[in-house]
């Protein structure tokens, strides 16, 4: 029997009782921010669920985690305590649970409409690190930039490969991305000054760390799971942008898959028991500046990593390095294996040389006005568990 | 006349009343952390300062400021703010000033022993960046690594190159460094996994961020100063090691030196009415494993910079980056021009070809037991500018 909730979900909608990913956000634009659950067109206060004392199990009882103005001191507590948190709102929000449903003042007050608040950054990023996990992205980017003699590093079957990126410039759907400005050397040996002439989305999903581990004390592969709370949508242009609500492993849980074979076999410190992708429908729109239509440009499958999220995890953490609750993993640019499911402009026009047709525009990079739109989705039996949207417009550079 | 403290000063102490440079410190094991400056061998606790209200200029009147676990609040308030407390704490420890002087009560509760108290970081750290701004240094890497041909790639001259790196991992002078483990490739196509077998140090100094910017709002490379509150002394290894005192700018500024001419001249961009280095006398010591003699392995100067601190300051924020009080930027390894002055191993032994004499020991890179020590200091008339040291000992590599 499928769970249901009393409160009415669409059946197209992405946040049904299954789901309940977690953001923070403001009721009022002057209120502080506090912790919530997506349910429905619905944000369900935790901050007023937790005060009325109904996180009642032995983690959270008196615990002050939904009363912060971020999800950090929740994530530190662990898998035992978010899948307390899970239950709890599932039997709270479930149809014939009265204790919510028919107390029309707590309702009232914990149940606000989603599209009357303000989603915030859900945790305090201490650092960010960003992966290049896609095998199809992989050899993409070095057919394009370095042949087909060897598009893809030996190193890279060996190694989950990543950069350290930027924990300050990470911002939440909706924000504004104003075009970089830099040096560039097209030509010639002097470099320019001027704006990016070739600005991308890509499209890429992040883990959101929970418990981390000590300086010199790195995470077993096969325990590395415990230390990942859920996933977000993730733009990783000028500047990243991430969805505001977090879905949990939990509730991906239905929608695991085994990830793909890896050849050769990785060292034992990246092998695992069990090597689990999920299967999430992941698409990228674009509304071109000036125009109201708005054109799906890609459609890709997060099960298209071939390093998991569990070996990025354990990979990062081997040499030493402390991670910290609310540490950002991006994907790195998500591309399957046909023309259509390439993560970004740069795959999708072969860097600029197929210029992409959005209905009465064309596009080889963003343009000024540009607004980009990641959705992710799994599809259940009756229900989806989804990540709603993770948006952004381009902002022309400063003069 | 020179300027002369109540607080008895060794003449070869690094912190005399012309100093006061700021750290953050417990008392006690189970005390808060609080902030401090560095007189002679005191600390004074500068949140006994502030209770008893003896800041009372305009800006940090009834400021809580100094009753915070790290300096970030301090570094928000900027350059007014920042000489506003070192006037006061240089009028308040000075020979003829007899508010904390005659005071015995307060002297005892604010004066403690430096090395009774535990130092901690002074700053809580939200990015961290790593620059490239030695060309002594940028030359033998390139001379090691690629040849003759073309040590330094033409670009260096155009743009500060640095790279983003991690927070988590930046601990305080006196942490033990464990020996990172991970995949090498030395030889043939199949990597191995182990613990690192050229482990280094690196000469550095970091300058740390006061005022921010917003995002896509760059600052000026002629006001970059005002957004820097001081430097510390950094050691760039396994993980980062950094000095606890953060010597103000305004302490520097009597040993304010003229940068180098960079030719090709920078872009307008990065081009400053006035380019200044600090006179900066730095030394690296090693204790050998299993030795008690300390030995000398280099001697540099932070003038050694190629590119200032305020034109990486300005590069940082061009592209529109945000950087937020309490950031980081390291200014790379700085290596002087002759081969006694390299700041680092791989520059001192040219890539292990040339053992180093290290007393009884020798040494191609850092061994388990090592112990290094990095210490800088201006030298005034009659008074040194000093950062104390930044040591820490490497462990071995987890079985």
């Given at each position: 029997?499928?769970?249901?909730?009393?409160?009415?979900?669409?059946?197209?909608?992405?946040?049904?009782?299954q789901?309940?990913?977690?953001?923070?956000?403001?009721?009022?634009?002057?209120?502080?921010?506090?912790?919530?659950?997506?349910?429905?067109?619905?944000?369900?206060?935790?901050?007023?669920?937790?005060?009325?004392?109904?996180?009642?199990?032995?983690?959270?009882n008196?615990?002050?985690c939904?009363?912060?103005?971020?999800?950090?001191?929740?994530?530190?507590?662990?898998r035992p305590?978010?899948?307390?948190a899970?239950?709890?709102?599932?039997?709270?929000?479930?149809?014939?649970e009265?204790?919510l449903?028919?107390?029309?003042?707590?309702?009232?007050?914990?149940?606000l409409?989603?599209?009357?608040?303000?989603?915030?950054?859900?945790i305090?990023?201490?650092?960010?690190?960003d992966?290049?996990a896609?095998?199809?992205?992989?050899?993409?980017?070095?057919?394009?930039?370095?042949?087909?003699?060897?598009?893809i590093?030996?190193?890279?079957?060996?190694?989950p490969?990543?950069?350290?990126?930027?924990?300050?410039?990470?911002?939440?759907?909706?924000?504004?991305?104003?075009?970089?400005?830099?040096?560039?050397?097209?030509?010639?040996?002097?470099?320019?000054?001027?704006?990016?002439?070739?600005?991308d989305?890509?499209?890429?999903?992040?883990?959101?760390?929970?418990?981390?581990?000590?300086?010199?004390?790195?995470?077993?592969?096969?325990?590395?799971?415990?230390?990942?709370?859920?996933?977000?949508?993730?733009?990783?242009?000028?500047?990243?942008?991430?969805?505001?609500?977090?879905?949990?492993?939990?509730?991906?849980e239905?929608?695991?898959i085994?990830?793909?074979?890896?050849?050769?076999?990785?060292?034992?410190?990246?092998?695992?028991?069990?090597?689990k992708?999920?299967?999430?429908?992941?698409?990228?729109?674009?509304?071109?500046?000036?125009h109201?239509?708005?054109?799906?440009?890609?459609?890709?499958?997060?099960?298209?990593l071939?390093?998991?999220?569990?070996?990025?995890?354990a990979?990062?953490?081997?040499?030493?390095?402390?991670?910290?609750?609310?540490?950002?993993?991006?994907?790195?640019?998500?591309?399957?294996?046909?023309?259509?499911?390439?993560?970004?402009?740069?795959?999708?026009?072969?860097?600029?040389?197929k210029?992409?047709?959005?209905?009465?525009?064309?596009?080889?990079f963003?343009?000024?006005?540009?607004e980009?739109?990641?959705?992710?989705?799994?599809?259940?039996?009756?229900?989806?568990?989804?990540?709603?949207?993770?948006?952004?417009?381009?902002l022309?550079?400063?003069?």
């Open positions: 029997m499928v769970l249901k909730s009393f409160v009415e979900v669409r059946p197209d909608s992405h946040f049904p009782i789901n309940l990913p977690f953001g923070v956000f403001k009721p009022e634009p002057n209120s502080e921010p506090r912790p919530g659950v997506a349910i429905a067109d619905s944000v369900l206060d935790l901050s007023v669920i937790s005060s009325a004392g109904l996180f009642d199990g032995k983690f959270l008196n615990s002050d939904f009363n912060q103005p971020n999800l950090n001191k929740f994530l530190e507590l662990g305590a978010w899948r307390e899970r239950s709890t709102l599932q039997k709270l929000l479930s149809a014939d009265p204790t449903r028919d107390n029309e003042i707590l309702k009232r007050k914990a149940l409409p989603m599209d009357k608040v303000q989603m915030l950054l859900p305090a990023i201490g650092d960010y690190t992966f290049f896609s095998m199809h992205h992989a050899k993409n980017c070095g057919l394009i930039f370095r042949g087909p003699e060897n598009p590093n030996p190193n890279w079957f060996h190694i490969i990543a950069y350290h990126g930027r924990a300050s410039s990470i911002v939440i759907s909706g924000t504004d991305i104003i075009r970089p400005r830099g040096q560039g050397h097209p030509t010639g040996n002097t470099p320019y000054f001027g704006p990016s002439r070739k600005l989305f890509e499209l890429e999903m992040a883990a959101v760390v929970g418990p981390g581990n000590g300086l010199g004390r790195p995470i077993d592969v096969n325990e590395a799971a415990d230390h990942i709370f859920g996933l977000v949508l993730m733009n990783d242009w000028s500047g990243t942008t991430i969805s505001p609500w977090i879905v949990t492993l939990d509730a991906l239905p929608f695991a085994d990830a793909p074979e890896q050849n050769p076999p990785p060292l034992p410190y990246l092998t695992e028991k069990k090597s992708n999920y299967d999430i429908s992941l698409q990228v729109s674009v509304t071109p500046a000036g109201q239509e708005t054109c799906i440009v890609t459609r890709s499958n997060f099960k298209n071939y390093w998991t999220i569990t070996q990025q995890l990979h990062h953490t081997i040499n030493g390095c402390n991670l910290r609750p609310g540490d950002l993993f991006g994907t790195g640019t998500i591309s399957g294996p046909e023309p259509e499911s390439y993560g970004c402009l740069l795959e999708l026009t072969w860097n600029g040389q210029p992409l047709s959005l209905g009465r525009a064309t596009r080889t963003l343009e000024d006005g540009d980009v739109i990641f959705t992710g989705c799994c599809k259940g039996e009756g229900y989806n568990v989804g990540f709603g949207m993770c948006s952004g417009k381009i022309p550079s400063p003069p």
